[in-house]
């Protein structure tokens, strides 16, 4: 059944709530066409164990190196992508500062400016481009998600403003767009407007009855859900299921959070750094089922993080394992937080390729995902050969299952193919030389 009424993204609103649902047959216009195609950029810090994360050979993907294991069972859903630089990470005259170059050149292929001062300067993001032309097509322009805290000012990293290193996205040269920690406020931004004064009167209603935001989305649905088809009732309340399920288990972390005595982090953000790069996957999930954005950005962790890995065995700091000077015993450990962070990757992506979208391709088919960062080798602060993977994309002609070697192209050159994928007309991302035509 088809209605050229009804735009096939529909809003159920209820008390404080504001919940877009997948593409639904029931609301084609004309049959099945059109599905989007989705971006997403995800950040891991400190560079890896090349020897341990690159392939061996390039061409199809047989077997994974140890440290991308754990995306054995997806190696027909990525490639491998060898060969990137990011020369502007480097010194060039600066001095010191590779990890606040790297977070802040990651996706924009520009030179930062060596201040810790207001005068800031980068240049935009990729992600930022796509959202000046496609940004206005969802409810939300971007989103932009992290696991650290948030940081606009003050001195990081050799004289370099915070604001390079706790950034991933810039809407301008100097106009960082901060990410989110908070899985509570992620969760409230797409599901409910939490800048209107009538939504933010209900989301405390909510607490206070300690009700689902489900419960008063759903009120006066009844009429609607008669009206879909039973494949489509099916998939909504799977979709329904998943955005519960999230607020429960966020419902979870915070009252563990709030049992432990003496901790300054807000609430909302898990004690468990697992538990909470999951749960931001999940609502980036959500986000791109939902239509509520297709341009995303995830700051695994700042580069130059020293967070401690005891959970999988390593006490010792990324950031000061990261300098090994070649020692066997700092390589294995710092080989297992490579691990540990592909395990977590391929969580995103089983939960990509388990979602389905309008005409039963799976939601990985349509987005483009990049996991990677902006250092090779931590030992030797190397920007060049970066560990890159791009996910997805199969069903918008996107090569997958391979290992590709550009040889020293700018990694800007991916970014311009990924807009040229998307529709988005661009000349130029930061340094960039050419488009990568052959995703």
Partial sequence: MTSPKINRRSILRGLGVSLAIPSLESFAV?????IPLRMGFTYIPNGVIMDEWRPLETGPLKSLPNSLKPLQNHTADFQVISGLNHTKAYANGDGGGDHAR?????????????TAGKDIKIGVSVDQIAADSIGDRTRLRSLELSCDGVRRSGKCDSGYSCAYQYNLSWKTESMPMVPES???????????NASSPTDRKGQLKRRVLNKSILDFALQGANNFNKRLGKSDQEKLSEYFTSVRELEKRIEREEKNWEKLPDL????????NYRAHLRLMFDMMVLAFQSDSTRISSFLLAHDGSNRSFREIGVPEGHHSLSHHKNDPEKIKKLAKIDLFYSEQFAYFIDKLSTTQEIDG???????????????????????SDLPV??????SHGLTTGRHVDYEGVPMTNLYLGMLDRAGIQASQVGDSSGHIKDL
């Fill in 361 to 383: 391709s799976r939601l990985l088919d349509h987005c483009m995902i990049v996991f990677g960062g902006g250092i090779s080798d931590g030992n030797r602060h190397r920007h």
């Fill in 30 to 34: 004309g049959g099945v066409s059109g």
């Fill in 102 to 114: 790297a977070n802040a050149t990651f996706l924009t292929g520009c030179q930062a400016r060596k």
């Fill in 182 to 192: 908070n899985p509570r406020l992620v969760f409230e931004r797409l599901f409910g």
């Fill in 389 to 394: 993977l791009l996910a997805g994309g199969s």
């Fill in 264 to 271: 300054k982090s807000p609430t909302g953000i898990p004690e």
